[in-house]
């Protein structure tokens, strides 16, 4: 009979003030889950069981759902629509905009603020990658747009076909790498 063992590198917040001294200076940064922590189940079928879908799939949702927030918290006129529930293989999550803040565009929330104004609308069918040096001054997204470049986009609007997430047939998964 052949086994499964979860495997785990996990540190034990509760030993850190164990090894702080009384004149050491801690601090303590509070973040919510989405922004630091999405673990990923070994198989779908493991993560269907689970209240939550810890699975490839809402890993990825949480993904784009934070940058997507971290648009939102930039200080422009951001509106993104409402997420909706999408399943694969008996597991769901809300899944939204496919948003990719790539590093090259901001490192920091500040950095962010300075690179985007204006009135942003993103419609949940899109996938919008934002790399490079670009500043953006208003969009308007219903499909696909992805920025590499230095420069400014200024009030562009684009609405063209977007990619739906679909499952890969059965038969094929064990031929994919």
Not at 65 to 73: S, V
Not at 105 to 113: A, G
Not at 153 to 166: A, E, F, M, R, Y
């Amino acid at each position: 009979t052949e086994k499964e063992y979860e495997v785990r590198l996990e540190c034990m917040m509760q030993y850190f003030p164990k090894l702080c001294r009384p004149e050491d200076r801690v601090g303590l940064t509070q973040l919510d889950r989405i922004m630091c922590f999405t673990c990923v189940k070994k198989n779908g079928k493991d993560a269907a069981k689970k209240r939550l879908h810890d699975s490839a799939l809402s890993a990825q949702a949480d993904f784009y759902a934070n940058d997507a927030w971290l648009l939102q918290l930039s200080g422009a006129d951001v509106e993104i629509e409402a997420l909706e529930q999408c399943t694969l293989f008996g597991v769901f999550a809300e899944m939204g905009a496919r948003i990719v803040l790539h590093p090259s565009i901001c490192m920091c929330l500040e950095e962010l603020q300075s690179k985007v104004r204006g009135k942003i609308n993103i419609s949940r069918r899109s996938r919008l990658v934002l790399e490079g040096n670009v500043i953006v001054d208003g969009l308007d997204v219903d499909g696909t747009l992805k920025v590499s470049r230095n420069g400014a986009l200024k009030s562009q609007t684009v609405q063209n076909g977007n990619q739906s997430i679909v499952a890969i047939p059965e038969g094929q998964l064990r031929r994919i790498p």
